[in-house]
């Protein structure tokens, strides 16, 4: 009887292993995420999100095949719990993309290093198949309660300035911040995307270029109209903001506006 109920127990613990984990990278699988997130949020201390999508991952499963597309997540799975020191915490939230949580953040440069590390890991080649893999990665940031007081909302904030370094050329890291728009229409609206942050040092001098180039296009809403060429561009910006309530279409065309240039 006892040995029946040992069995019965470690049946219980590997069933909420499997419920929790990523069957490939053995990581914290979405619901472990956002679990976790939840609880450290409730704590009201300043948290650390970064949203991590691999760059040219895609091109790997279509080239080589899912084998290899398998090879890459699990290596670099392995890079990022090797780049990340606990309590902070890095998770598979699905297909390319990754979650690192960061608690009890005492400065924003401590997010922008691990960012500056997670860049450099995801470029280092990888082998697959009898071949050197390239990926990279584009990173977005954001913080608790600055960015947001709730996990969803610091996920969509996160994942649309992951978007933004996409537009912005890709292997960056940047992040969406919060403002108080002049236009009363616009208040208390996610706006401001097009500031780019960059984690990376050799990134430094094109952060600047787009944030002068981001002031200068500031033109109103009335003046900006999304042409029929950028029809599908708008929409796959309208996807990546998570149809957050508090961002507009106005600041989605702005966002088409800004990777546009």
């Not at 949203?51 to 499963?61: E, H, S, Y």
């Not at 902070?88 to 440069?109: A, C, K, N, Q």
């Not at 990173?139 to 600055?146: I, N």
């Not at 097009?194 to 981001?214: I, K, T, W």
Request: hydrophobic share 40%; with cysteine; charged share 30%.
């Amino acid at each position: 009887a006892l040995q029946d109920a040992r069995e019965r127990k470690r049946a219980r613990e590997e069933l909420l292993r499997q419920a929790s984990s990523d069957a490939l990278t053995r990581l914290p699988n979405r619901t472990a995420i956002m679990r976790n997130l939840e609880q450290l949020l409730e704590t009201g201390k300043s948290t650390g999100l970064i949203f991590i999508d691999l760059d040219g991952f895609k091109l790997v499963n279509d080239a080589i095949g899912h084998q290899a597309g398998d090879t890459v997540l699990r290596e670099v799975a392995q890079r990022l719990g090797e780049a990340i020191a606990p309590p902070s915490f890095v998770g598979r939230w699905g297909g390319d993309e990754f979650i690192v949580v960061i608690p009890d953040v005492e400065d924003e440069s401590q997010v922008r290093d691990l960012g500056s590390t997670i860049l450099t890991r995801c470029r280092q080649r990888v082998p697959a198949k009898g071949r050197e893999v390239a990926v990279g990665a584009s990173l977005g940031v954001a913080l608790a309660p600055r960015d947001g007081h709730d996990a969803a909302t610091l996920l969509r904030r996160a994942d649309a300035a992951m978007y933004m370094a996409k537009a912005g050329g890709r292997n960056l890291c940047t992040r969406c911040r919060i403002a108080r728009p002049r236009h009363r229409a616009l208040q208390g609206r996610f706006v401001e995307p097009g500031l780019f942050e960059h984690c990376a040092n050799q990134s430094d001098v094109l952060g600047r270029a787009l944030m002068a180039g981001n002031r200068n296009r500031q033109l109103s809403a009335r003046q900006r109209k999304p042409c029929a060429t950028h029809g599908h561009r708008l929409q796959r910006l309208e996807r990546a903001a998570g149809k957050d309530q508090t961002l507009g279409r106005t600041d989605v065309v702005n966002q088409l506006a800004v990777g546009a240039g």
